[in-house]
């Protein structure tokens, strides 16, 4: 890269706000929410919307409780034009909704907005002009004092078409477009100006916009200017601030969420950040940031797939696998120590039956957002142990001792460096079934009988069907238990050298289809360990069937 310091870029000046105090702000409510999916975001599109995406969108911003709505620039295009007469003509808007549209301070595009809205209960009239030194120069040509006739010039219009619409409740917004560009001493004197036209009053806010139409600097700085603001504004009781964040620095929702610290009452943003370049401030994720902060943020996203389903189906853009509380693997560990962290996480909560949510990995619950746990960990080969155990036990019951893991996770570890693949749950179940439930070898269990031995009525003689090298044989053999019994009777019959050092049981499902699971851990001759697992529904044949698991292993 050839980059001279300072020769083609400079860095955003410092505000000069040395008592700040937004840094020591907490976030305690949530503000006033305001999508411009169906404004801003659509303008951005490939494809803007038509009647029926815009609809559908609509419907759905407002069941996720959106009360304030950007539906469009019904200056711009007929297609603005009639969705917004549409959603009046045919009582789309329910009670307590707003919808609001956006305007250039320019008289035509004044007029034809207000023909737009007319019959509506209530709506928002956003008039918007540039005011940064940049837009100041090179698109308008003009001094600071002329961009300040535009908006006055388009206050005025606004302020009579409102005057003349009374049937509407009109709560005007003005947007400094460009605002973090702008000197903040001229961005709150043009705001004054258009407030000295729009007399608000304490019980008749207008809502001043402040956006960061293009992000140019680092959040704090967008968070002293928005606090600057807040301080400096006149008459900030008949005031409604608002934030505007983009994202093109990859900090908008950091952006928004100092600025609410800095004072601000409400947000403008969209579904998973679409908009103009790198979109808009994200709604869902500083709303979600709130929630795991302890704090209400009076939006349900308690069914995330169906927003991310909407959001891509309206915009004709994916939503990325890693986007932050919508993606679609963001509640996936695939990295060893990740699961096993979480398979502790949630065994720790279960036994301690805590409300809090403390899951290593897992800053929010994923079913709060309306997913299952059934993605939380995904196997392939940065995954460990504790991810295959988590899958075998939450999918199949199974609930494999330590050591087993240990074993069973090189087993599956050698596949998925072969593959290098990620493997469902059932594969590692079919993997884990034909390596121990159907140990292949020379020995299968049949059927067993036990009795009490007449000589010693603490021990028992068994009785098993077997068959060996594909001849059926029954075999015989006394002990403790019936363990013990079938080693001996396995020892005097075929040979097994082997001893038992643990043994594990434990069983899965309910009532009449309960099943045992029996693991058994034996040492060959020479110390090394040989594991055998067996599944029954009567728990002495799965504890026979974990020895011949662990005989036929021993012998491969
Ligand atoms: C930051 C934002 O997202 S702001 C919203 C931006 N959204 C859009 O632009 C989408 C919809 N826009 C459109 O469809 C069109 O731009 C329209 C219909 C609004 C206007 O179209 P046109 O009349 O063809 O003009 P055009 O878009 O080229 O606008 C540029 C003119 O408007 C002036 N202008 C731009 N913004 C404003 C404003 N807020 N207030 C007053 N004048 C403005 C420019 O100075 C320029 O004037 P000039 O022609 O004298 O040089
Ligand atoms: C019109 C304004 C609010 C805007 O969209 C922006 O500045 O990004």
Redesign the pocket.
Same mark, same amino acid.
């Given at each position: 890269m050839n980059f001279v310091p300072g020769e083609k870029y400079k860095a955003f000046e410092p505000i000069n706000l040395p008592d700040r105090q937004w840094p020591s702000k907490v976030i305690e409510k949530a503000p006033i929410w305001c999508s411009v999916d169906l404004?801003?975001g659509n @303008?951005a599109l490939i494809e803007p919307m038509g009647h029926e995406r815009k609809l559908r969108m609509f419907r759905h911003l407002v069941s996720l409780g959106f009360k304030e709505i950007e539906v469009g620039?019904p200056?711009?295009?007929q297609t603005?034009f009639d969705f917004v007469r549409y959603l009046i003509d045919n009582n789309e808007i329910p009670d307590g909704v707003k919808i609001q549209v &956006? !305007? @250039?301070?320019?008289e035509e &595009?004044i007029r034809r907005t207000f023909e737009a809205v007319q019959g509506a209960k209530e709506a928002i009239v956003h &008039?918007?002009?540039?005011t940064s030194t940049l837009q100041r120069r090179v698109?308008?040509d003009m001094d600071r004092e002329g961009i300040k006739q535009?908006?006055i010039e388009?206050a005025k219009l606004v302020r009579q078409l409102a005057d003349e619409m009374p049937e509407t409740k009109i709560q005007m917004e003005y947007?400094p /477009?460009?605002f973090t560009q702008t000197e903040l001493d001229y961005a709150c004197e043009v705001c004054g100006a258009v407030m000295d036209i729009w007399k608000p009053t304490p019980d008749n806010k207008i809502i001043i916009n402040l956006?960061a !139409?293009v992000e140019v600097a680092t959040p704090n700085i967008y968070a002293d200017q928005i606090e600057w603001m807040h301080r400096n504004l006149p008459n900030r009781d008949c005031i409604i601030l608002s934030l505007h964040p983009h994202n093109d620095r990859g900090t908008g929702v950091a952006a928004a969420e100092f600025g609410i610290m800095a004072g601000a009452d409400r947000v403008e943003g969209t579904l998973f950040g679409n908009g /103009?370049r790198t979109g808009n401030v994200d709604v869902v994720n500083i709303a979600m940031n709130m929630y795991t902060q302890g704090v209400n943020p009076e939006l349900d996203f308690s069914n995330i797939n169906e927003v991310v389903r909407t959001v891509e189906y309206c915009n004709q853009l994916p939503v990325h696998p890693r986007h932050p509380y919508g993606g679609e693997l963001v509640f996936t560990a695939f990295s060893g120590s990740h699961q096993d962290a979480i398979k502790k996480g949630f065994a720790a909560l279960k036994q301690a039956n805590a409300e809090l949510w403390e899951i290593p990995y897992l800053p929010i619950d994923p079913q709060d957002l309306g997913r299952s746990y059934d993605a939380v960990i995904r196997v392939n080969s940065q995954s460990g142990k504790g991810g295959v155990a988590y899958l075998l036990q939450e999918d199949y019951g199974i609930e494999l001792p330590r050591m087993l893991q240990v074993e069973f996770s090189k087993v599956i570890q050698k596949i998925t460096d072969e593959t290098g693949k990620e493997l469902s749950s059932s594969f590692i179940y079919d993997v884990f079934t034909e390596e121990y439930l159907e140990a292949k070898g020379d020995l299968s269990f049949v059927n067993h009988q036990t009795t009490v031995d007449t000589h010693a009525s603490e021990r028992r003689v068994l009785s098993a069907n077997v068959v060996y090298k594909g001849e059926e044989k029954t075999v015989e053999g006394s002990g403790t238990g019936p363990i013990d019994a079938y080693m001996s009777a396995l020892k005097s019959s075929i040979g097994v050298d082997l001893s038992v050092n643990d043994y594990r049981e434990h069983t899965t499902g309910f009532g009449a289809d309960a099943v045992a699971v029996a693991y058994v851990e034996m040492r060959k001759p020479d110390g090394t360990p040989v594991y055998g697992v067996g599944r029954h529904a009567n728990i002495v044949t799965a504890s026979l069937r974990a020895i011949t698991s662990a005989v036929n292993r021993a012998a491969n």
């Open positions: 404004r801003d @303008q620039f200056s711009a295009s603005d &956006l !305007t @250039q301070s320019r &595009l &008039l918007y002009n540039s698109v308008f535009i908006a388009g947007s /477009e460009s956006p !139409t /103009e």
